[in-house]
């Protein structure tokens, strides 16, 4: 108990560059109607090879049928970076971008993987660009919605579809007062809050607003040799050594659909992810009990886009 408090204690001293909003408030379906053309030129170049040079696409590594995620611990082949990869569902309303939070605005990130997934850094949006005047059809629907190709637009097209890509899910409902959440669910929510996952999981997106250390009870690496690169965290953003284990929280909408957990991978149930988030940030044994509550709570995150959204 006594450790339970400390990390309650602990948790906002060390959190970094915080947007904190505690309670957890519910999400709707957005309003497309205004942006439409924006938003569906936008799915068309989010799932279109067209975009890199090389055959990958935005929707071969974010899977639409796995939550907007990919079911391998370190991501999908040929990745640029050896690393689990995260949803695109919810995304925009994260305050950073990936685990270790380098990306300060969906532009700036959507700017950086089209160069670093693209066989050449430098030329990639040289020929990208190439191509899309060079496709009749991508021409016409530039020029009708925008007036031109350019890299401003092509950015804009692909964010305003992320931030189209908001999932509402069962829980969203229960906290609007429309439908209710099972009785083991709700005894889940309750204890995610009275054991104080909700410290860091939290706000709107439950995460994604803050930057917490990983460990702040026990070693989260005790059992890791050797750590590689991507175990840094924030560190690797900032070269600062406080930062090192630091991570953005992830939001845990969707997360019953995005096995395996974490950064690495290392965990490769809910359950699992469950037990050792207890046991790492908060120094609690949960029983199976407890831990199958949790889940029930947190399959009741799950939701999917708009239907036209979809792939
Ligand atoms: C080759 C696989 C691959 C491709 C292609 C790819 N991604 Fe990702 N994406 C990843 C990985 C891996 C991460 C996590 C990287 C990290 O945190 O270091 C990621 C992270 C993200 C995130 C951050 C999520 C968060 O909340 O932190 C978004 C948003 C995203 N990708 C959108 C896109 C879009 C849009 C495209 C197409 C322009 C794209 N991705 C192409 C693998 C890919
Ligand atoms: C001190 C802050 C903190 C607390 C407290 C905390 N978490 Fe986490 N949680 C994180 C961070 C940071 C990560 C990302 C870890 C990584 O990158 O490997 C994470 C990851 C997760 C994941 C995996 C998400 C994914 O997409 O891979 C789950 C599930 C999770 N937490 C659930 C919980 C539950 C349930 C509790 C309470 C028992 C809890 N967390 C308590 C900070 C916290």
Redesign the pocket.
């Known amino acids: 108990m006594i450790k339970y408090i400390v990390?309650l204690i602990?948790?906002p001293i060390?959190?970094v560059h915080a947007r904190e909003e505690f309670a957890i408030t519910p999400i709707s379906y957005p309003d497309i109607s205004k942006k439409i053309d924006q938003v569906m030129l936008g799915k068309s170049l989010f799932n279109d090879p067209i975009l890199f040079d090389n055959g990958k696409s935005c929707a071969g590594c974010h899977l639409f049928s796995y939550g907007g995620?990919f079911p391998s611990a370190l991501g999908a082949p040929e990745q640029a970076r050896k690393i689990?990869v995260?949803?695109v569902f919810n995304t925009s309303l994260n305050f950073r971008w990936h685990?270790d939070g380098e990306y300060k605005s969906l532009e700036e990130h959507v700017d950086n993987t089209i160069k670093i997934e693209s066989s050449s850094y430098d030329t990639a949006w040289e020929l990208l660009l190439q191509r899309l005047e060079d496709n009749v059809n991508y021409k016409k629907r530039f020029k009708q919605t925008y007036g031109e190709i350019s890299k401003k637009h092509v950015l804009n097209s692909i964010v305003e579809y992320e931030k189209a890509l908001i999932a509402p899910s069962l829980f969203d409902d229960h906290l609007k007062g429309s439908r209710k959440l099972s009785a083991d669910a709700l005894r889940g929510f309750h204890?995610?809050q009275r054991?104080?996952?909700?410290?860091?999981?939290q706000g709107k997106n439950i995460?994604g607003n803050?930057?917490?250390?990983?460990g702040?009870i026990n070693n989260?690496f005790a059992t890791k040799k050797p750590l590689t690169q991507i175990d840094y965290?924030h560190y690797n953003v900032t070269g600062k050594e406080r930062h090192k284990f630091?991570?953005?929280?992830?939001?845990?909408r969707n997360?019953a659909r995005?096995?395996?957990?974490?950064?690495?991978?290392?965990?490769e149930s809910?359950e699992k992810?469950?037990t050792m988030?207890?046991f790492y940030?908060?120094g609690?044994a949960?029983d199976t009990k407890d831990v199958a509550d949790?889940v029930s709570f947190?399959e009741s995150l799950s939701g999917d886009p708009l239907t036209e959204l979809m792939e």
């Open positions: 990390a602990v948790i060390f959190s995620a689990n995260p949803t685990w204890k995610f054991y104080g996952c909700i410290s860091c999981h995460g803050i930057i917490v250390p990983i702040v989260f965290g630091y991570f953005k929280v992830p939001s845990l997360v995005t096995a395996p957990y974490f950064h690495d991978g290392s965990a809910l992810a469950v988030m207890a940030q908060l609690l949960l949790i947190l």
